[in-house]
């Protein structure tokens, strides 16, 4: 009985850990506050891409320049079975940031054929982070 109860805690502790990794990737931003659609839940290993207001990106974490993020988006619809709607995408746009960085990351993504994406908002009733769809 006891190695099966040392098993499990170590089962907790890792998923305990693991859950806490996927928010540790993510930059500080400032959402836009706007009610989003609750039942959309993202994929922890969806790509996430952090615009900050001065315009910087961030792919988990590490800062990359525009084209370094569509490259990088190209890989994922390689890995898709080259399908650009089978790419999970979550866009966290800062709100005080200019939308011009946010409209050539879009026209970049239409360019590889990705039509659909996340863009992340929190609410403004809860305070808790949404994703809703362009």
Known sequence: MTPMIDVVFQLII???YTSQFANMTRTQVD????????DIATDPSAMVVDIHSDGTMFVDGQQADLDQVLRMVQKEIIKAGKDPSAVDLL??????GMAQRMNELATGLADLGVRSW???TTDIATGASEGGSP
């Open 14 to 16: 890792f998923f305990m």
């Open 31 to 38: 959402l836009p506050e706007q009610p989003g659609l609750a």
């Open 91 to 96: 866009i966290r746009a800062d709100r005080s």
């Open 118 to 120: 996340k863009l992340a």
